[in-house]
């Protein structure tokens, strides 16, 4: 009764008016009843029913009451329990995958998943309800197929360690993999207790120990390169007691487990890596990276406290001890292995406050309101001027540039650097208004008399859109570009940054992109810019890659500034020993220094200022500003004077001197004349240089003239006052700024150690940061710990980067009150080339997880810049792509450069597609599932690599491209059996996959499309256009013709092959080098008809030219002027 009415009243739920509650109700007292009265018959029944009865009977339960009473007592519970709530579930959640995940089809599909069930999915749609559905789908989504790409490391590695129980029942390993290791131990070593309000431990650390003792040299340099946040797998093998020999897909995902023999499958995080002795050779500072000592390693791990608390609860229910029983480790390559950071951050970002976007982009960003609403002119933050520096190369190109002006006003003779400024004329509301363009000129201030302060100006002629582009990137809000092969999207994003960095010098800038590649190119450009190298900076391991003299890694910008310290104080301690002051230690230390440029050093400046104004611009009063421009010599008229200082000057006493003198002085003051002042020969000698105009007052009075006694000489032009000024004012800045920087190094001289210098550099020092996006969800967490704060942000490569990969380097720092410091964002990329890469089939059909932002916002209909001019490709080759753009034309260079007008040596045409057959009775082949190969096809590249080598084309200028992994490691082995062992020939600039080489390019691209029964993944019109756009000047394709022609989506290519012969067409006659024949005219082509016949020409050709060479040789006319040889 007491239950029924907490219901009512707490619950607000009446049992009389529940119809379950009722019946449940009414068969308790029912029940209740017919106990009792069952209780009162049996006591009746009973023959010691006469004894006295109790005064308080004692009430009978029954089952139906206590199955009512239980649910009533749940309800209350329920309702006045805290609930669940979905975030802390997530947070309680483990990051690294177990083996009840890995292995469950149902919660991760087998990579071809055909539909016949349903997935238990979210959806990556157009549209989110907020921030954190975003974030909670995204999350779950990335969680399962980074869980699908570890099934797959599993299955591949596992089976080649030959797990096998010995005769004692333990398991051994008798086989060796890349990537896996047996585990010699493992040890906890720290437990840290729950933080408040949690229950799981804080942080958990352990040691695994590992034994590299014979392992091949190559891989054991790759376990001691683990760093800090790679992650390990520590796995619990049981061998079966038969163990399997069958084919590894012939087995379901859930048979694997069973057929291996995995228990248990647990991650963990490598903090540091040590060698036997100790010495922590993970260190990520290279200078400080010992060479590890010994076989034995040590690695110091963080697992998992969510699943360590789990599996500390399971020992408590009665199962098994996990950590003891692990006796396997494996590892992964690095770069696919950072999906614990981007789940960990994902995770924080849904409960952190620091989770904002700007308020002009939210809106957009969720997929609500007007899909435009961040472009720039629709902001209030429009920016009505702007200083586009060297964007420009003359007038003309003003005029060119904005083609929708109402009027562009440019005054005669105006040279760069310009400034715009951009009046509207009208103003209609949704529609962008028309402007006045109103330029100006302006002249850079001289910077220093040495060569190297010039500043490096742009070459680029940008088109219209490119200049349109470059306006919005430099105005606050979102800006989209599309940019088409060859389009200059790294030149359009390079400027912008230029133009960030001089108009808004208290910002900083982070540049993202996907891939390493993409990020070097765009910081070899930058670094040719009018940019100071000490304020870039390059987070990440991809500065290895960088072909650049300077290491712009962290470390190794700390050690520039440690250089640049010794150099600039070495510069000071110059300029004071011209100023006569030795031995002051000026330059022990940087505030020496600049108590030295505040007391001497400007004060000199002050000085010479102030000698110029006494002096006059035509130095009429050049012996006022002059120190020592007389010497005072007496004017002694009266002959008693004259007597007197004669006798004196030949008198020998001193006391006759003494009274000699005083008359001499006594008569000179009756005399009452004034002194006379002789002219030095310095004085003398600048009135002569004024006089001829050798000199100006200025150049004679300069105070710094011996230190820049090392720039170039004359260091005055002596052409005019102004020009000589000019140069003065220059040599001052020049040492401003040279002090400006001793006071930038000065941080770093007061800082010890090199994780403070580092992180001051990040923090404070640095203005354009560039990292990758997975670097950008890496290093998240420490760079909102430091306060780390930017401005902008510009990311390439967008259409290949995940949803939530784009997100993340948009946060990487605190909110300020709730509001998101961004000021611009621009996403660079082509929506028609490949998308992220997604491996299981089911998350990227189902899920849409290969939908990116930028894709996301194209489907949105938000504006974007098309830039619509390519100067990569020859405009034939250009034309097989330039079709899925709009309006895509060609840069005067490709129609007017020889190079690109002359036909390639040796080949009759720029682009064909050859017919492969059958090579050997056999078209593609599959030594594994879905590893594709074709003989014949790698023979025929491989081959046409070899004839071009002959005729003299450089080996890094050519690169072999394949649709599939299986090809890409068949044409390696015919290179390294056929010519990589012959200098003559050597191996192309590269073999990969067409995917692995997007956003890179060559001048020479040869591509092997692999398959003849099925068309497969090149249905994807966006891999056949990454695949048609790699070259500049040849593109020659391989494969099965009447298979790719009757495919609808790669009609617009293959009809355009059609029109050229399907036999590769060769002219043996040219001679290597370059060709007279123009690009299009074909000589006396020979059409090879297959593989057999190119290596019997192959053959002959080498047989001819070495014939040449040794007649050559014999006539004694030195060696063959032209060939591979001759490089």
Request: proline share 5%; with cysteine; net charge negative.
């Amino acid at each position: 009764e007491v239950l029924t009415v907490l219901c009512a009243k707490v619950c607000y739920l009446d049992v009389s008016k529940d119809p379950t509650l009722k019946g449940m109700e009414d068969a308790a007292v029912a029940a209740q009843e017919a106990a009792e009265k069952a209780e009162v018959e049996k006591e009746q029944a009973d023959p010691q029913s006469n004894r006295p009865k109790k005064k308080r009977k004692k009430k009978v339960k029954t089952e139906e009451e206590q199955r009512f009473r239980e649910l009533l007592v749940e309800i209350v519970v329920n309702r006045l329990e805290r609930p669940s709530l979905q975030q802390d579930d997530i947070e309680k959640m483990p990051l690294y995958p177990t083996e009840d995940l890995v292995w469950d089809p149902n919660l991760v599909p087998e990579e071809h998943y055909t539909g016949d069930y349903s997935l238990a999915l979210p959806k990556l749609n157009l549209q989110f309800l907020t921030i954190h559905d975003y974030l909670l789908r995204n999350f779950n989504l990335y969680r399962l197929e980074s869980t699908y790409e570890i099934r797959g490391d599993l299955t591949d590695q596992l089976p080649r360690t030959r797990p096998a129980l010995n005769q004692d029942g333990v398991t051994e390993f008798h086989g060796k993999a890349r990537m896996a290791l047996p585990l010699q131990g493992l040890e906890v070593m720290n437990v840290k207790r729950p933080k408040v309000g949690e229950t799981v431990p804080a942080e958990v650390r352990a040691e695994v120990k590992i034994c590299l003792t014979g392992v091949l040299p190559q891989i054991r340099g790759e376990w001691d390169q683990l760093r800090e946040h790679d992650v390990i797998f520590l796995l619990c093998i049981q061998a079966p007691e038969v163990p399997y020999e069958g084919k590894i897909a012939d087995l379901s995902v859930s048979e694997f487990p069973e057929r291996f023999g995995v228990v248990t499958l647990r991650g963990a995080e490598v903090t540091e890596l040590l060698d036997e002795e100790g010495n922590v050779i993970s260190d990520p500072n290279p200078a400080e990276r010992k060479t590890p000592v010994g076989d034995n390693r040590i690695l110091r791990v963080l697992l998992d406290p969510a699943q360590y608390h789990a599996d500390l609860e399971s020992v408590a229910d009665g199962k098994r001890e996990v950590y003891s029983s692990l006796n396997l480790v494996l590892r992964r390559k690095p770069k696919e292995n950072n999906f614990k950071a981007i789940l960990q951050t994902i995770r924080s970002l849904m409960s952190s406050e620091d989770t904002v976007v700007p308020d002009w982009l939210h809106d957009l960003f969720l997929g609500y309101g007007d899909p435009g609403a961040a472009q720039y002119w629709k902001l209030p933050t429009a920016l009505s001027k702007i200083d586009f520096r060297d964007t420009f190369i003359d007038q003309d190109h003003i005029l060119e540039s904005f083609p929708d002006a109402e009027n562009i006003e440019i005054p005669d003779d105006l040279e760069r650097p310009f400034r715009l400024e951009f009046n509207k004329v009208t103003s209609e509301v949704g529609k962008r208004p028309l402007e006045n363009v109103v330029a100006t000129a302006y002249r850079l201030p001289n910077m220093g008399p040495y060569p190297e302060c010039k500043p490096r100006e742009n070459k680029v002629r940008f088109t219209p859109v490119q200049v349109e582009a470059i306006r919005a990137g430099v105005n606050p809000g979102l800006t989209m570009v599309v940019g088409p092969p060859g389009t200059g999207k790294t030149d359009t994003a390079v400027q912008v940054v230029n133009l960030l960095f001089h108009n808004f010098p208290d910002q900083k800038i982070v540049l993202v992109a996907h891939s390493n590649q993409a990020l070097n190119d765009l910081f070899e450009k930058i670094v040719a810019l009018d940019i100071p190298e000490r304020y870039l900076l390059r987070l990440g391991r991809g500065i290895a890659e960088l072909d650049s003299k300077q290491d712009f890694s962290k470390w190794g910008r700390v050690n520039h500034m440690l250089q640049r310290r010794l150099e600039l104080l070495a510069k000071v301690e110059k300029l004071a020993e011209t100023f006569g002051l030795v031995g002051e230690d000026v330059a022990y230390t940087c505030e020496n220094a600049q108590h030295f440029f505040l007391h001497h050093v400007q004060y000199k400046w002050a000085d010479f200022q102030r000698r110029l104004a006494s002096a006059g611009k035509e130095g009429a009063n050049i012996d006022k500003a002059l120190p020592n421009a007389r010497k005072r010599i007496q004017k002694l008229k009266s002959p008693k004077a004259k007597k007197a200082k004669k006798e004196a000057d030949g008198a020998e006493g001193e006391g006759e001197e003494k009274i000699e003198d005083e008359d001499a002085e006594e008569e000179e003051e009756k005399a009452d004349e004034p002194d006379e002042w002789e002219e030095t020969e310095e004085l003398i000698q600048a009135r002569k240089d004024l006089k001829s105009g050798k000199k100006t007052v200025a150049s004679i009075l300069f105070p710094y003239g011996e230190f820049f006694a090392d720039s170039l000489q004359p260091l005055f032009p002596a052409t005019s006052y102004a020009a000589d000024m000019d140069v003065a004012d220059g040599c001052f800045r020049y040492l401003q700024k040279m002090f400006q920087e001793v006071e930038e190094c000065h941080a770093f001289e007061l800082l010890r150690n090199s994780h403070d210098r580092g992180n001051y550099l990040i923090t404070t020092h640095a203005r354009i940061i560039a990292m990758t996006c997975t670097h950008a969800a890496l290093t998240r967490s420490t760079l909102v710990n430091l306060n780390f704060k930017y401005d902008n942000l510009i990311m390439e490569e967008s259409a290949q980067i995940l949803e939530v990969e784009t997100f993340i380097p948009m946060l990487l720092q605190q909110s300020d009150q709730g509001v998101s410091r961004l000021k611009r964002v621009m996403f660079i990329g082509d929506h028609h080339q490949l998308p992220p890469v997604v491996k299981n089939r089911a998350f990227q059909k189902y899920g849409h997880l290969d939908q990116s932002l930028y894709s996301r916002f194209v489907r949105l209909k938000t504006p974007t810049v098309d830039l619509n001019l390519q100067g990569r490709a020859r405009a034939q080759i250009a034309d097989l792509y330039s079709w899925r753009y709009k309006d895509l034309g060609n840069l005067s260079n490709v129609l007017t450069d020889k190079r690109y007008r002359a036909a390639n040596a040796g080949l009759s045409h720029e682009y064909q597609f050859i017919n492969v057959d059958d090579f050997e009775g056999q078209g593609e082949s599959q030594p594994t599932p879905h590893f594709y190969q074709n003989l014949g096809e790698a023979e025929y590249c491989v081959a046409l690599f070899m004839y071009m080598r002959l005729l003299g084309y450089p080996a890094n200028k050519i690169s072999i491209l394949s649709t599939y992994n299986g090809q890409k490691a068949l044409i390696r082995d015919v290179i390294r059996q056929r010519c990589a062992w012959n200098p003559l020939f050597g191996e192309p600039s590269k073999v990969t996959t067409v995917d692995r080489f997007q956003g890179q390019q060559n001048d020479f691209i040869i591509v092997s499309l692999v398959r003849t029964n099925h068309v497969g993944h090149l249905r994807d019109v966006r891999r056949l256009v990454v695949t048609m756009s790699r070259s500049r000047y040849g593109l020659y394709v391989f494969g099965r013709f009447g298979l790719f022609e009757n495919c609808f989506e790669l009609a617009p290519v293959f009809t355009r092959f059609a029109k050229r012969p399907r036999k590769l067409s060769l002219e043996m006659e040219e001679p290597a080098g370059e060709t007279e024949r123009a690009c299009g005219e074909i000589g006396k082509p020979t059409l090879v008809k297959d593989v057999h016949h190119m290596w019997a020409l192959l053959q002959d050709r080498m047989k001819a030219q070495f014939a040449s060479a040794a007649q050559v040789v014999a006539s004694g006319s030195g060696p063959v002027a032209s060939g591979p040889a001759s490089e």
